[in-house]
């Protein structure tokens, strides 16, 4: 086909080469149109190039779509006609005559057959027998219950699978291999679905029948005994294993963190002699592995310990080994055995890494040792070791734990400066927090400034963090509150919990005016509702003070708030303050507290309490005629004359 589309596309060109060379020779009308608009040969010759163009591919497009659908038709499938299915018989009984037998035909058949004149044909069964299930089958069906989550019925399983199992077993296959094969299969399905309890209790129903087992079985089981911790049977699994051979890696590791989880030092140093004095080593990359399975155990510098006197790794350790040991020295307190293992690591050659600074700067901190902290931070820094952020972090706190707050914060400056360590969220948090605890807040607001002009976007805890500054040493309100604006102006968004470290600043200097204000303007000013909660914190601190006119006003305007948002008064909030005020000696206030907030509708379990620890309540005509200081309960709330709004009715 593309033969005979290539012969006439030479065959066109040839036809348009001659038309061309006709039209040179002769003027045509066309030629003579050009002329007339005075167009030259080119433009000419241009429009015959273009036209001839025009039609061979208008030529090619005919014969491609031809040729496609003729394509397409070949290849469309052809219907064929079924024959009916006639079943094979031999060919003696071939029959000519396509009728099917009478009944009486096939009963002669059936009776020249079996040699019984009287027979007749058995009746078709609906439902045939269906034979009994090989091992591997009853394997299969016992993986297919354990992934359906019927891992907990596998006794019963396991029982019926080995029954039918053993009908079409072979000779050569004992009930022993039987069992051993289908639980197996059973223990692996479990540990990959994390069954592991219920492996456990698919072996003990079996234990009796499966005799040695085979290594791959103690393996699982195993493994399954580790992520279960169950470890009753954990050795006598770990005896029928090594009595097979050696034990694998993976099992020598499951068999260190047996011990550990079991917090079990001796009995691990008795199984790594045994394994010893039968020839049985490991390599190093094992080793690290079941060092660094300790770890998991309270015992883990005690059961790394024995694993380093065992030998049972001729390659001894490696920089990887001696910083596990490290670390889990400076967790139990033994700071000089830390540098004691650095020194006889460098002592073999092996230099040390990123990680093992990291643990001696720890080991530092945590024994607030600052010279040696800055003795292994010069050696980091003169070292080939890249240093990163948590190293200056680390080292960072070392300063703050000796309260070199200046040290601190002048490397967290150089740290910021490099082009390498940049301080991140935590080191300036970090810095900041030192700076609030010391009650320096200017300096944590500077640290502030700065960690937002190098682009670290501070968070809520920095914020308020940086505002309980002003409660570790008494502060004037008038700065508490400059405080919380400029926080505001850095990006504080307020939460009850600002509210809640913004109170606890004030009541330091006793600043309840101000404090009450915060909290009722806190809809209006910051577009946060404060909690019932921070009405009773604020009360509570003004029982504590003896301001008993300031805890009626607050307690008048936690009902206010409760009642503006349509909510029911917690009891239990009720209590607190009627407790503060029991505990404080104001038992007068604490009655005429309960009567309000029993006029406001709240209820509770306080009236058994409030008779048993303070006095009789005075009639209604004595609280009016209370003591200056003290409101009356015609005058609640803000130094307001009338009804509160959640009274209406009550009167």
Not at 84 to 95: I, K, L, M, N
Request: hydrophobic share 40%; charged share 20%.
């Amino acid at each position: 086909m593309f033969s005979c589309l290539f012969m006439s596309t030479q065959q066109l060109f040839a036809a348009a080469d001659t038309s061309c060379q006709a039209s040179t020779e002769t003027a045509s009308p066309v030629t003579g149109f050009f002329k007339e608009f005075g167009l030259d040969q080119a433009i000419a010759d241009a429009f015959w190039e273009g036209a001839l163009a025009l039609v061979v591919f208008g030529a090619a497009s005919v014969m491609l779509s031809s040729y496609r659908r003729r394509k397409t038709q070949s290849n469309k499938p052809q219907k064929v006609k079924l024959q009916p299915h006639v079943s094979q018989q031999p060919a003696a009984s071939v029959r000519t005559n396509t009728r099917l037998p009478s009944c009486s035909a096939r009963m002669a058949a059936v009776a020249a057959a079996t040699g019984r004149p009287d027979a007749a044909p058995a009746p078709r069964q609906s439902q045939p027998v269906l034979p009994a299930k090989s091992p591997s089958t009853e394997a299969d069906a016992l993986v297919r219950a354990v992934k359906a989550g019927k891992a907990a019925s596998l006794p019963q399983l396991l029982d019926k699978a080995l029954a039918r199992a053993s009908a079409v077993a072979s000779s050569t296959a004992t009930a022993e291999e039987m069992a051993t094969a289908l639980l197996n299969s059973s223990l692996r399905a479990c540990a990959a679905n994390h069954c592991f309890s219920d492996a456990i209790a698919a072996y003990k129903h079996v234990a009796a029948r499966i005799g040695g087992g085979n290594s791959g079985l103690w393996s699982i089981l195993l493994y399954c005994i580790v992520e279960a911790r169950t470890f009753d049977s954990f050795q006598q699994v770990f005896d029928n294993l090594c009595k097979l051979g050696a034990p694998s890696e993976h099992d020598f590791v499951n068999m260190v963190r047996c011990y550990a989880l079991g917090q079990d030092a001796k009995g691990l140093r008795k199984t790594l002699a045994s394994l010893c004095a039968a020839g049985q080593f490991v390599e190093g990359y094992t080793w690290n592995r079941a060092l660094a399975s300790c770890g998991a155990s309270e015992s883990a510098l005690s059961l790394s310990e024995a694993l380093v006197d065992s030998g049972i790794c001729r390659e001894g350790l490696d920089g990887v080994g001696y910083n596990t040991l490290m670390k889990y020295n400076a967790h139990a307190g033994k700071f000089s055995r830390c540098f004691e293992l650095n020194k006889e690591m460098l002592a073999k050659g092996i230099e040390a890494s990123e990680v093992t600074f990291g643990i001696l700067l720890d080991a530092c901190v945590a024994a607030k040792d600052l010279v040696a902290s800055k003795k292994v931070f010069d050696d980091l820094c003169s070292s080939q070791v890249r240093l990163n952020v948590v190293h200056c972090t680390t080292f960072i706190k070392s300063l703050l734990a000796a309260s070199d707050l200046d040290g601190a914060a002048t490397v967290l400056r150089e740290m910021a400066g490099s082009s390498g360590v940049k301080p991140d969220l935590i080191t300036y948090s970090t810095v900041i927090k030192a700076y609030a605890d010391a009650g320096d807040v200017r300096g944590g607001l500077k640290i502030l400034q700065e960690m937002i002009t190098h682009e670290v976007k501070p968070d809520e805890l920095i914020f308020n963090c940086l505002l309980s500054g002003c409660s570790v040493c008494p502060v004037k309100s008038a700065d508490i509150m400059q405080t919380f604006e400029t926080l505001r102006g850095l990006g504080l968004r307020p939460s009850t919990t600002t509210l809640s470290i913004m109170l606890k600043g004030l009541a330091q200097t006793q600043a309840w005016t101000a404090s009450l204000q915060l909290l009722t303007s806190a809809p209006h000013t910051l577009r946060l509702e404060p909690e019932a909660r921070l009405f009773v914190q604020l009360a509570q601190s003004c029982v504590k003070s003896r301001a008993v006119a300031e805890t009626e006003e607050t307690f008048n305007a936690m009902l206010d708030a409760v009642h503006r948002r349509r909510e029911r008064l917690d009891p239990g909030l009720v209590s607190r303050v009627l407790r503060s005020c029991q505990h404080s000696g104001e038992s007068r206030l604490a009655a005429q507290l309960q009567e309000t907030a029993e006029r406001a509708g709240a209820t509770g379990r306080w009236h058994e309490e409030k008779a048993s620890t303070m006095c009789t309540s005075k009639p209604r005509s004595t609280l009016e005629a209370s003591p200056k200081g003290m409101l009356s309960s015609s005058n609640l709330g803000n130094g307001s004359v009338g009804p509160r709004p959640w009274m209406k009715g009550k009167e």
